[in-house]
């Protein structure tokens, strides 16, 4: 019941839920989303320590889920994380299918915990949440995030 152990059971839980929905990789090959806990590994994957073929560009890692918690306040009882979702999405088809996507890709999310905001028994998230797209597009590239507010317990310190 930690915070590293809740951002990858919430990267884990994004793959899970978007497991059927057909993405697209710069290789034009039909792929599942990938789930990444806090950055892109491109810099690890570069240097050998990743997982995986030796990647170039980031543009190799789509379509991608990033989880990032952006602050925690620890109150009595529980902390309260303010966590985003960001999801990256790769199309070349020129009907922008891309978006569809996408934004099939935040719904489900958003539906999945809005009905159960419940992870592992030991997490909750708020039902409200924001959905956020970028103002301008850049195809082939499509882009989004949803903010959440995650009730993680507190451990009780050994002193």
Same mark, same amino acid.
């Given at each position: 019941?930690?915070?590293?152990?809740?951002?990858?059971?919430?990267? $884990?839980?994004?793959?899970? &839920? +978007?497991?059927? #929905? *057909?993405? @697209?990789?710069?290789?034009?090959?039909?792929?599942?989303? =990938?789930?990444?806990?806090?950055?892109?590994?491109?810099?690890?994957?570069?240097?050998?320590?990743?997982?995986?073929?030796?990647?170039?560009?980031?543009? $190799?890692?789509?379509?991608? &889920? +990033?989880?990032? #918690? *952006?602050? @925690?306040?620890?109150?009595?009882?529980?902390?309260?994380? =303010?966590?985003?979702?960001?999801?990256?999405?790769?199309?070349?088809?020129?009907?922008?299918?891309?978006?569809?996507?996408?934004?099939?890709?935040?719904?489900?999310?958003?539906?999945?915990?809005?009905?159960?905001?419940?992870?592992?028994?030991?997490?909750?998230?708020?039902?409200?949440? =924001?959905?956020?797209?970028?103002?301008?597009?850049?195809?082939?590239?499509?882009?989004?995030?949803?903010?959440?507010?995650?009730?993680?317990?507190?451990?009780?310190?050994?002193?």
């Amino acid at each position: 019941m930690t915070i590293d152990n809740f951002v990858h059971q919430l990267a $884990e839980e994004a793959e899970r &839920i +978007l497991k059927d #929905i *057909s993405f @697209i990789n710069v290789k034009k090959q039909q792929v599942p989303i =990938k789930g990444y806990p806090y950055e892109l590994p491109l810099a690890m994957i570069r240097a050998g320590w990743g997982e995986g073929e030796e990647i170039g560009s980031e543009e $190799e890692l789509f379509p991608y &889920i +990033l989880v990032q #918690i *952006s602050d @925690i306040d620890y109150e009595e009882e529980e902390a309260l994380a =303010k966590v985003w979702i960001l999801m990256g999405v790769y199309d070349e088809d020129p009907q922008m299918s891309g978006w569809t996507n996408i934004t099939a890709a935040v719904e489900r999310l958003v539906n999945r915990f809005r009905v159960n905001s419940v992870l592992m028994d030991y997490y909750y998230c708020d039902r409200q949440m =924001k959905v956020a797209y970028p103002e301008q597009g850049d195809w082939p590239h499509f882009f989004a995030g949803i903010e959440m507010t995650w009730h993680l317990p507190v451990l009780e310190p050994n002193l």
